[in-house]
């Protein structure tokens, strides 16, 4: 092979800007460097949003039971909790969002439950230095023994705080075959009766919020785990919903 020094540099400069890399050089794979923080009891979903006001991404996980938020250090590394934000709630899922009507920057948290009550969402306040409020409850409908677990949040109406979209994946009693979408819409002062929606097909598993159409306002998109099929929903412009 010719020699790299007898290229001319305007080929040596294409050769860059055409492979992102100079001709022969070897590119390595990513490599990880892994941490580990155990949690007490089973860890299941996560997500990552700001928690505490610095900046930087923690992750806040739900456990059995109830949850954990785990804070970034900002070097990549995280304090293991020392606290579990809704201590006793069973839950399956978990949603980030600004729910209520105070102008902090640090997230709440929303858990779904499929408990042997009833399916309900528990809402846990963001207070500040790891510690979050007692739970409020608010039900999403569906008899003992649904599967619930999608849900999502964003501000779907518009007005107030962060609104919440819960997924029901059918009952075991009244109303089965329902597969309803639940909002609770917000509006800064506390949350309405959930609203069901049809999910377009049966046994609702994941559920998120954007914006899929051509308006500002946030839609729905829903998996149907037993109709092998997505459910589309789209806004109203007010947080009411049509399927699409
Ligand atoms: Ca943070
Ligand atoms: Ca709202
Ligand atoms: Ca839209």
Same mark, same amino acid.
């Given at each position: 092979?010719?020699?790299?020094?007898?290229?001319?540099?305007?080929?040596?400069?294409?050769?860059?800007?055409?492979?992102?890399?100079?001709?022969?050089?070897?590119? $390595?794979?990513?490599?990880?460097?892994?941490? =580990?923080?155990?949690?007490?009891?089973?860890?299941?979903?996560?997500?990552?949003?700001?928690?505490?006001?610095?900046?930087?991404?923690?992750?806040?996980?739900?456990?059995?039971?109830?949850?954990?938020?785990?804070?970034?250090?900002?070097?990549?590394?995280?304090?293991?909790?020392?606290?579990?934000?809704?201590?006793?709630?069973?839950?399956?899922?978990?949603?980030?969002?600004?729910?209520?009507?105070?102008?902090?920057? %640090?997230?709440? /948290?929303?858990?779904?439950?499929?408990?042997?009550?009833?399916?309900?969402?528990?809402?846990?306040?963001?207070?500040?230095?790891?510690?979050?409020?007692?739970?409020?409850?608010?039900?999403?409908?569906?008899?003992?023994?649904?599967?619930?677990?999608?849900?999502?949040?964003?501000? /779907? =109406?518009? #007005?107030?705080?962060?609104?919440?979209?819960?997924?029901?994946?059918?009952?075991?009693?009244?109303?089965?075959?329902?597969?309803? #979408?639940?909002?609770? /819409?917000?509006?800064?002062?506390?949350?309405?009766?959930?609203?069901?929606?049809?999910?377009?097909?049966?046994?609702?598993?994941?559920?998120?919020?954007? %914006?899929?159409?051509? =308006?500002?306002?946030?839609?729905?998109?829903?998996?149907?785990?037993? $109709?092998?099929? #997505?459910?589309?929903?789209?806004? %109203?412009?007010?947080?009411?919903?049509?399927?699409?």
């Amino acid at each position: 092979m010719e020699p790299l020094r007898s290229i001319p540099f305007g080929v040596v400069v294409a050769l860059v800007v055409a492979t992102g890399h100079p001709q022969g050089q070897v590119c $390595s794979p990513p490599s990880f460097e892994r941490s =580990d923080y155990p949690l007490t009891g089973g860890s299941r979903t996560l997500r990552l949003g700001e928690m505490d006001g610095d900046g930087d991404l923690d992750i806040a996980v739900v456990k059995y039971p109830g949850a954990a938020v785990l804070f970034n250090d900002g070097r990549g590394g995280f304090a293991n909790s020392s606290t579990t934000p809704g201590a006793g709630i069973v839950a399956y899922g978990l949603a980030l969002g600004h729910y209520n009507s105070s102008a902090d920057a %640090r997230l709440d /948290l929303a858990l779904n439950s499929a408990d042997v009550i009833s399916p309900r969402v528990s809402l846990l306040l963001n207070q500040g230095a790891g510690t979050f409020s007692p739970p409020a409850l608010y039900g999403v409908g569906g008899a003992s023994g649904s599967g619930f677990q999608g849900i999502a949040s964003g501000n /779907l =109406d518009g #007005v107030g705080g962060d609104d919440l979209v819960a997924v029901i994946a059918g009952s075991n009693g009244d109303r089965a075959g329902s597969h309803p #979408v639940a909002v609770l /819409l917000n509006n800064g002062a506390g949350f309405a009766p959930y609203v069901w929606y049809p999910s377009g097909g049966f046994f609702p598993q994941a559920v998120a919020v954007g %914006r899929l159409d051509a =308006d500002a306002d946030l839609d729905l998109v829903v998996t149907n785990g037993m $109709s092998n099929n #997505v459910g589309i929903l789209l806004n %109203r412009g007010n947080g009411t919903f049509v399927s699409g």
